[in-house]
Each structure stands twice: as C-alpha cells, then as structure tokens.
C-alpha cells in the first residue's frame, strides 16, 4: 500500500457520518461547514485518484472512487437537510412578518 492510498484511508474515517436524525439536530451554519469540509474532502479524494490511476497499484484508484461515492453520497444528505432546515426558517419568518401586520 502506497503512503497516497494509506492517507485516503485515513481520510475516509476522519469523517464522522452522523445519522439523518442527529443532522435534523445541527443548525444551519454547522450543515454549511459541513458540507464545504465535504466538498474540500471530495475534491482532495479526486485529485488523490487522478495520481493513483497514473502511479497507483492496479485496483487502488477504485478504492478512491468508493470513497468519493460515499462522501458525495453523505454530501447529498447534508445538503438536503440544510436545504429543509433554510425553508423551514424562511416559512417562520414570513410566519412571523405575516402576524405582526
């Protein structure tokens, strides 16, 4: 194993995937962090592929591919619940303005 493909692993378990429920719990500010740490992760994994498919052991690139599946996949995720919590807020703020006329 390839010091590049030891540091993808480590990679892949840095992130701590929290369930749909506990990301209902974030507010929105910690789903917007999350999901540029995601991007930034994803992008690195990319870039981390490239030179496996050029330099990598047979396979290996396939190992970055899998992990940048799963990010994006987690990233989709985050994405919707941020996505849920912003109308949510949106809805209680014309609530609000709507009351007080």
Known sequence: ????????????????MLSREDLYGQDIFELSEMIMSIEHAISYTEGCRFLLLCFGNQGSSDRAKTIIQGLENYLQQIKDVHRFKANEKKRKENFLRGANV
């Open 1 to 16: 194993m390839t010091e590049m493909e030891k540091n993808l692993d480590i990679w892949k378990n840095a992130f701590h």
